[in-house]
């Protein structure tokens, strides 16, 4: 379990975190969202202890990470930037990380073997590809077989069959009773694997909810769907409610700020038969383009935020 | 799933702690310096410098009489054999620099620090582990190469001998300085965290800086120039002195070259817990 309590890290005069407080619970998957330069990988360091917050804590397993006697047992991470000497040996990378905790080489094999790396174990990381790079830091955060697992953007670089390993990885790691903590830009990715999501931006929260609750939240304004033989009069009566109406194609509507409550009351009161009345729902990259750009931080002024519809 | 069944605790297993000991560091260390290639080499070419003093007698020996008279009659030959120690001192000090540095240039040093995130049980091992392999190493190979040297010197019978005065000083003194030089240098590195920067630092401190003191004046030269690091050094092991360079008693410059060794390495040990990587 990871418990950050209003966090603030400020690097001179740019404050990178700021009083930010979250729960990561074990036994579920929970991303980590935010727009590039939102302070993800700057949480990630304070929660591993390799920057010092400028106050507030953040503990794991309810201590610091400096206090825990055997850390990689506690929690494994794999940071962004590859953190891997890369004129050694996969190998050898993962027996000088074991040796701290005085984890034997069976293991090391293990996790070889875990993370398909099997073949080029005693090669040097430097000649390693992006995706086996991502492997290997899979591998070390897995060495101590901890009880949290922090990984950054674990799918970058990783071809489809690999995305799909992770993915299975991740959940069951989360069936067994860990907790998982994962970053991922792709959107598509995290909702598939995330049940819980930590959003944030410009180094403030903002949402600390299960995915569907955050799909459901930034749906709030979707779009409904409506299909009627009369839908010319259904249009004209919407948008003397100042409802925002599209046609789409023949005796279909578009219908933005109405909900279908409204929609159907509407047309129950005017006579007009409805066929259909669907409420669109939008794909959790919508709902964070949504929910990051309506939140005050990311306010730019410029375009209302456009929908992409997924039927 | 729910937010409420989402929030639900499952247990975690209990687990005992079986904690990171500065002797399980100390072993990642080793595993760390002897799994890189460039490691290996430049430790090897590096100490194997030592051996120089022996084709640098046979390179005296073959031109004796083109010699000057005074360089023969005053023949350093102690000194003279033992004079690999300066190109050992080159590739040590690079190498110490870069035990640390290169972890902050990969970014190795955060999955180091994840490991053992009180950071100074790092320090000891790398601090212990190079110096004690430079230790080790390096008093063989100044054997060898005085015994060596000595052969060579003999076709000229200016060939020293153990009990020559200064000698088993200057055999033993070379690994000592070598050794205190590794501690040195990884102090300097972990201060300056960037291999250009330690490199160009200790290169500056080492080579260049005696050099602009040589240009001061009389008085302020032979103030400071005992005390450089380099020149508290060489007091320790070179035999043949020169009144001229006002160097310090031996132990005495011994002595004070551990004293910046200790310094750079407590300031580095410092700064390593209160920063961020």
Not at chain 1, 74 to 100: D, F, K, P, V, Y
Not at chain 1, 240 to 269: C, F, K
Not at chain 2, 18 to 37: A, G
Not at chain 2, 91 to 103: D, Q, R
């Amino acid at each position: 379990m990871i418990e950050v309590q209003n966090l603030t890290k400020r690097y001179g005069e740019r404050v990178a975190v700021e009083d930010l407080s979250f729960v990561v619970e074990p036994g579920v998957v929970t991303g980590f969202l935010g727009p590039n330069g939102a302070g993800k990988s700057t949480t990630m360091r304070l929660i591993l202890g390799l920057d010092a917050p400028s106050s507030g804590t953040a503990l794991v397993g309810g201590r610091a990470y400096h206090e825990i006697p055997d850390p990689l047992r506690e929690i494994g991470a794999m940071l962004e930037a590859h953190a891997i000497h890369t004129g050694r040996s996969a190998r050898n990378h993962l027996r000088a990380l074991a040796a701290t905790h005085g984890i034997g080489d069976a293991r090391v094999e293990e996790v070889i073997d875990l993370v398909g790396l099997g073949q080029v174990a005693n090669k040097r990381v430097g000649t390693f590809s992006l995706g086996m790079g991502q492997r290997l830091g899979i591998a070390s955060s897995l060495l101590g077989d901890p009880l949290t697992v922090v990984l950054d953007e674990p799918v970058n670089g990783l071809d489809p069959e690999g995305i799909r390993w992770v993915r299975e990885l991740l959940r069951g790691l989360a069936a067994e009773g860990k907790t998982v903590f994962l970053s991922s830009h792709m959107m598509s990715e995290m909702a598939l694997i995330a049940e819980r999501l930590v959003v944030i931006g410009k180094g403030r929260l903002i949402a600390d909810t299960s995915v569907e609750e955050f799909v459901e939240k930034a749906s709030a304004g979707a779009p409904v769907q409506v299909r009627s033989p009369r839908a010319e009069d259904l249009r004209a009566a919407l948008e003397r409610m100042r409802a925002d109406v599209d046609s789409v194609g023949d005796g279909e509507l578009l219908v933005r700020g109405s909900t279908p409550g409204q929609i159907g009351d509407l047309a129950a009161e005017l006579g007009i038969p409805l066929h259909g009345l669907t409420p669109q729902h939008i794909s959790l990259e919508d709902a964070f383009m949504q929910i990051t750009r309506t939140s005050v931080e990311f306010h730019t002024g410029s375009e209302k935020p456009e929908l992409k519809v997924v039927a | 799933m729910s937010a409420i069944a989402a929030r639900t605790r499952i247990p975690v297993r209990s687990r005992t702690p079986d904690p990171v000991t500065q002797s399980r560091v100390f072993r990642s260390e080793w595993i760390k310096l002897w799994s890189l290639r460039s490691t290996r080499w430049s430790l090897s070419l590096g100490l194997l410098g030592l051996l120089l003093g022996i084709p640098n007698a046979a390179f005296d020996m073959s031109r004796w009489y083109s010699l000057p008279l005074q360089t023969r009659l005053h023949y350093k030959s102690v000194d003279n054999a033992l004079i690999g120690w300066h190109f050992s001192e080159l590739a040590i000090g690079v190498l110490g620099v870069l035990v640390i540095s290169g972890e902050y240039s990969t970014g190795m040093i955060r999955s180091t620090f994840m490991a053992v995130p009180r950071r100074l049980p790092v320090l000891w091992a790398k601090v212990v582990g190079f110096a004690l392999v430079v230790l080790v190493l390096s008093i063989p190979l100044t054997f060898i190469d005085f015994f060596g040297s000595s052969a060579v010197m003999a076709q000229h019978h200016v060939n020293p001998s153990l009990s020559t005065p200064g000698a088993l000083r200057a055999v033993l003194g070379i690994p000592l300085f070598l050794t205190v030089l590794a501690v040195f240098a990884v102090g300097l590195g972990a201060l300056l965290r960037n291999t250009a920067a330690g490199i160009g630092t200790f290169a500056g401190i080492i080579f260049v800086i005696p050099g602009f003191v040589g240009v001061l004046s009389t008085s302020l030269k032979n103030a400071i120039n005992p005390y450089l690091p380099s020149n508290a050094a060489s007091a320790f092991f070179t035999v043949t002195r020169d009144p001229a360079d006002h160097l310090l008693h031996p132990w005495v410059g011994f002595a004070v070259f551990c004293g910046y060794a200790a310094v750079l390495l407590a300031a580095a040990a410092v700064l390593l817990v209160r920063r961020d990587v």
